[in-house]
C-alpha cells in the first residue's frame, strides 16, 4: 500500500463550487504540505503543517482552506473554486531529515 | 525570497550519453537540496537529497553535487537509457522544510 494516499485522483467541478482534497498517510510523519503544478511549471507551495495544531501559509495559500485532523490526515480546500485553480495537487509528508514523500496527485479541473 | 532555475528546460540525447542536468538558487541558507524525477501524470520519485553539510550523493547511474557557495547543483547521469527519459526537478528546503522547486529539465534518452 502507498505511504501517501491523496482523494480523489481525478476531479471536474464548476466555477463557484466547495471542493475539498484529502490527503492520508501512514509514514509517522508530522510534517504535512500541499503543493500545486502547473502544466510545465514545478510546484508551489500552498499551507504546511507540522502537526494538528500548527498550519502555516505558504506562498500561494490565497483561495485554498487546510484542515489537519489528525496525524495522519490533511485536508485541502477550496471555498469557491475558480479556472485558474486548474492544475495538478500534491500532498506531501516530510521526515526529520528533510526529504520529502509524495502522494500520487490529485489532477482538478475547474470549469 | 528563494528562486530555483534549471537549465535546460529540455534536454534530447541519445542513448549510452553521460549527461548533466543542472540546477541553480539564489538563498544559499537552505536546509537541503532534493532531486525528484517525474514521469508524465505521475507524482514525484526523491532520487537524491543532499544535506547542506554535504556535497555530493550518489545512487546507482546518479551522481549529485552541492555547492552551496555558488548557488549550484547538478545531477550526473552516466550511460543514460531509454527509461531515464523524464522530467528532473530540483528543489531546496528551508527551515520548515519546505521545498521550492525549479521548473524541471524534460529529459528525451532516444535508442
Known amino acids: 500500500d502507498a505511504d501517501v494516499t491523496q482523494t480523489p485522483r481525478n476531479r471536474i467541478t464548476k466555477t463557484g463550487k466547495r471542493i475539498m482534497l484529502e490527503c492520508s498517510q501512514t509514514?509517522?510523519?508530522?510534517?504535512m504540505y500541499w503543493y500545486r503544478q502547473d502544466p510545465g511549471l514545478g510546484l508551489q507551495l500552498i499551507y504546511y503543517?507540522?502537526?494538528?495544531?500548527?498550519?502555516n501559509k505558504g506562498e500561494i495559500s490565497d483561495g485554498y482552506s487546510v484542515s489537519r485532523q489528525a496525524q495522519a490526515k490533511f485536508s485541502l480546500s477550496l471555498e469557491s473554486a475558480i479556472p485558474n485553480q486548474t492544475a495538478l495537487y500534491f500532498c506531501?509528508?516530510?521526515?526529520?531529515?528533510?526529504?520529502?514523500?509524495f502522494g500520487p496527485g490529485t489532477r482538478l479541473t475547474v470549469l | 525570497k528563494q528562486e530555483v532555475t534549471q537549465i535546460p528546460a529540455a534536454l534530447s540525447v541519445p542513448e549510452g550519453e553521460n549527461l548533466v542536468l543542472n540546477c541553480s538558487f539564489t538563498?544559499?541558507?537552505?536546509?537541503?537540496l532534493q532531486w525528484f524525477r517525474q514521469d508524465p501524470g505521475k507524482g514525484l520519485t526523491s532520487l537524491l537529497l543532499?544535506?547542506?553539510?554535504?556535497r555530493e550523493q550518489t545512487s546507482g547511474r546518479l551522481n549529485a553535487s552541492l555547492d552551496k557557495s555558488s548557488g549550484r547543483s547538478t545531477l550526473y547521469i552516466a550511460a543514460s537509457q531509454p527509461g531515464d527519459s523524464a522530467t528532473y526537478l530540483c528543489?531546496?528546503?528551508?527551515?520548515?522544510?519546505?521545498?521550492?522547486f525549479g521548473s524541471g529539465t524534460q529529459l528525451t534518452v532516444l535508442p
Open positions: 543532499i544535506q547542506s553539510s554535504q
Open positions: 538563498d544559499s541558507a537552505i536546509y537541503n
Open positions: 509514514k509517522g510523519h508530522d510534517r
Open positions: 503543517s507540522f502537526d494538528v495544531k500548527d498550519i
Open positions: 528543489a531546496t528546503a528551508g527551515s520548515a522544510r519546505q521545498l521550492t
Open positions: 506531501a509528508t516530510s521526515d526529520i531529515l528533510g526529504g520529502q514523500f
